[in-house]
C-alpha cells in the first residue's frame, strides 16, 4: 500500500514537471511556419457556433468578431473570434490521412513576450477530428500552467507547458497535430479525416473550467469579455491530403508579412513590412473593423503615434501592388 502510494506520488511529480516543446523560435520548438512547403492546402469550409462574450455572464451574449471565412484559406492574419466554449468545424477539398509526422496545423494570432522569447500571449483550444462528421475524437490536450488565472491581458504563457492544444504557437507558426496519436481509436479512421474541429478552451479555473486530458484546468487569458473573446481561429493547413501535393518552389507567391513592435504599446508603434515591399497602403481599423486611419507608404518601416487611440485591440492591413495582403494585430494599453 505504502509503496503504491510512492509510485503515485512519483507519477503526479513527473507529470506536473512535464516539458513540451517550446515556443516558436526557440530550439526544439515543433512549430511549423504558415509557408512552410509542406502545407499543400489549407481548410476551404468552416461552421462556427458562436461562443460567449463571458460564460458567466450569458446576458453580455456571444462573440461577433470575424466571418467563417475568415478562418479558410492560407493563414493570412484575419481571424474569426470564438469566444468563451466557441466551436468551429472545418473541411478540406479532400480527407486528411496519417502520413509521416504531423498531418495538419492550426493559426492562432497569439504574441511574443518581448522580453522573454519563451513567453507568449496564448488563447487555446482543443481539437478534435472525425471521419463520418458524427463522431468526433479529442486529441488528448495537455496544460500545466498552475500559476493563478491568467487575466484578459498582459500576462505570458510558457509553450513548454502545453500540448495538443491549439493556440500554443504565435501568430505566423502553426501548431501541428498528428493522426499517429489517435490510431486504434474504433469510431475514427486516422487515414480518412473528413473533419477538423476547433474548441475553445475556457480558461476559468472557477466554476466553468475546462478539463485537459488528465482533469487539470485549462489556464488561459479569462475572462475576455469583449466581443473579440476567446480563441482567435486565422487557419488549419493540411500537410496529408488526399490528392494534393506540395506546390514547386517556383510557384510559391512572394509572402507578406507586417510586423508590430512593441505589442502591446503606449505610445508608439513600429511596423516592419517584408523587405521587398516598394508600395503598400497600411490600413489601421479597429476591433469592431472600422478604419481609423490609412497610410501610403513607398518604404519598410512606419512609424505610427498612437497615444491618442483608445485602449484595445487594433488590427494593421498592408496591401501591396499586387494586391497581397496581410494583417497583424496590436493592443493600444
Ligand atoms: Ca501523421
Ligand atoms: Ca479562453
Ligand atoms: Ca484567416
Redesign the pocket.
Same mark, same amino acid.
Given at each position: 500500500m505504502r509503496f503504491r502510494l510512492i509510485i503515485m506520488m512519483l507519477g503526479m511529480s513527473l507529470s506536473a514537471v512535464a516539458q513540451y516543446p517550446p515556443q516558436a523560435g526557440v530550439s526544439g520548438s515543433t512549430a511549423i511556419s504558415a509557408n512552410d512547403s509542406r502545407f499543400v492546402a489549407w481548410a476551404n469550409t468552416c461552421t462556427l457556433v458562436r461562443g460567449w462574450v463571458d460564460i458567466a455572464d450569458k446576458s453580455q451574449g456571444y462573440t461577433g468578431f470575424g466571418a467563417e471565412a475568415? %478562418?479558410? /484559406?492560407k493563414?493570412? /492574419?484575419?481571424?474569426l473570434c470564438m469566444g468563451d466554449s466557441g466551436v468551429a468545424t472545418l473541411t478540406f477539398v479532400a480527407p486528411l490521412f496519417n502520413g509521416p509526422g504531423a498531418d495538419f496545423a492550426v493559426f492562432e494570432n497569439g504574441f511574443a513576450n518581448p522580453n522573454d522569447p519563451e513567453e507568449a500571449f496564448l488563447e487555446l483550444a482543443f481539437v478534435e477530428v472525425s471521419s463520418d462528421g458524427v463522431n468526433f475524437v479529442r486529441f488528448p490536450a495537455s496544460c500545466l500552467i498552475d500559476t493563478p488565472q491568467i487575466p484578459g491581458a498582459g500576462v505570458y504563457s510558457n509553450a513548454r507547458k502545453i500540448n495538443n492544444m491549439a493556440g500554443k504557437y504565435i501568430a505566423g507558426y502553426g501548431t501541428p497535430f498528428d493522426l499517429e496519436e489517435l490510431k486504434g481509436i474504433p469510431e475514427l479512421d486516422v487515414n480518412n479525416v473528413t473533419h477538423i474541429r476547433i474548441v475553445d478552451a475556457i480558461g476559468s479555473l472557477g466554476v466553468n473550467a475546462s478539463l485537459d486530458k488528465d482533469g487539470n484546468k485549462v489556464n488561459d487569458p479569462y475572462p475576455t469579455p469583449f466581443i473579440t473573446g476567446g480563441f482567435d481561429l486565422? %487557419?488549419v493547413g493540411g500537410i496529408h491530403v488526399k490528392g494534393q501535393f506540395p506546390s514547386s518552389v517556383g510557384d510559391v507567391a512572394q509572402e507578406q508579412t507586417i510586423t508590430v513592435a512593441p505589442n502591446p504599446a503606449r505610445e508608439h508603434i513600429t511596423v516592419s513590412l517584408n523587405e521587398n515591399v516598394a508600395q503598400a497602403v497600411v490600413t489601421l481599423t479597429d476591433a469592431a473593423g472600422r478604419l481609423v486611419k490609412q497610410y501610403d507608404i513607398n518604404h519598410r518601416i512606419l512609424s505610427i503615434n498612437i497615444g491618442t487611440l483608445q485602449s484595445g485591440v487594433y488590427f494593421l492591413t498592408s496591401r501591396d501592388e499586387q494586391g497581397n495582403k496581410c494583417t497583424a494585430r496590436f493592443v493600444k494599453y
Open positions: 475568415d %478562418a479558410t /484559406g493563414k493570412d /492574419g484575419r481571424i486565422d %487557419a
